[in-house]
């Protein structure tokens, strides 16, 4: 396995929002693992300890505040940006209070995610 490119994340119960992400960040040269929903986020983040995690919030079942808190008992230094509806303010301060890196609003611009997912992963 080829454990040279940085793991990437994309948490969204959305089918086409995951596969535009995957494929974007793909072509930037990161490893992606996709998660539908929060089960599935956090196996991942036990299995693979991704580098950096795109959180929607907005997730039916366990939602982005909750998969936010699990994954940083499972990896405090975890990275985590989020994506949420306009208007889900209240929601962001808790996300950044709980240690996420920075948000995104939905629709999002796909260069502002290139440039916030290089500029947000870690140094190796």
Request: aromatic fraction near 4%; hydrophobic fraction near 45%.
């Amino acid at each position: 396995m080829d454990d040279t490119k940085e793991k990437i994340l994309i948490v969204d119960d959305q089918f086409g929002i995951r596969i535009l992400l995957n494929e974007v960040l793909q072509k930037e040269g990161y490893k992606t693992f996709q998660a539908a929903n929060g089960v599935q986020a956090l196996e991942i983040t036990k299995k693979h300890s991704p580098d950096l995690v795109l959180l929607d919030m907005k997730i039916p079942g366990m939602d982005g505040i909750e998969i936010l808190k699990r994954m940083k008992e499972i990896d405090p230094d975890i990275r985590v940006i989020i994506m949420t509806a306009y208007g889900e303010l209240d929601m962001i301060q808790e996300a950044k209070d709980l240690g996420a890196i920075t948000h995104f609003a939905k629709p999002f611009d796909i260069d502002d995610i290139r440039s916030a997912v290089r500029e947000n992963m870690p140094i190796k």
